[in-house]
C-alpha cells in the first residue's frame, strides 16, 4: 500500500497572528467575550458559594419557606435552574462568538485588512 505524501499539494500560507490579534475584528470578539464571561462567572461563583456560607455561618436559610422546606433546599434546587439557564444562554452566545471567529477566518483567508 502506497502512502502518498499530501504536503506538496497543499497550499502553504503564512498567517500573520500579531496582526489577525491586533485587528479590530479580533478586539471586537475579545471585548465581547470579556463582556460576557467576565459577569457571568462573577455572578455564577457568587451565587454558588452564597449557599454553603450562608448555611454555615447565618441562620437565615434554616427558616421554613414551604411546609417542612427550608429556604436551604429552595437554593439549592435554584442552583441547578441557575446552572442550566446560564448554559442555554452560553450556548446561544457562542454561536455568535463563532460567527464572529469564522469572519475573522474568511478576512485572512481572502488575504485583506483583517
Known amino acids: 500500500m502506497a502512502i502518498k505524501d ?49 448555611t ?14 427550608s429556604w436551604a433546599w429552595v437554593f439549592a434546587f435554584a442552583q441547578f435552574i441557575m446552572t442550566w439557564t446560564l448554559c442555554t444562554i452560553y450556548s446561544k452566545r457562542a454561536a455568535r462568538f463563532d460567527e464572529m471567529v469564522e469572519k475573522i477566518r474568511q478576512e485572512v483567508k481572502e488575504g485583506g485588512n483583517v
Open 56 to 69: 454555615s455561618y447565618s441562620k437565615v436559610l434554616n427558616t421554613p419557606a414551604i411546609g417542612s422546606i
Open 6 to 54: 499530501f504536503s506538496s499539494q497543499q497550499q502553504r500560507v503564512s498567517i500573520d497572528y500579531s496582526q489577525i490579534v491586533q485587528s479590530s475584528s479580533f478586539q471586537q470578539l475579545m471585548r465581547e467575550k470579556r463582556g460576557f464571561i467576565l459577569p457571568f462567572s462573577l455572578f455564577f461563583l457568587a451565587f454558588y458559594f452564597a449557599l454553603p456560607i450562608l
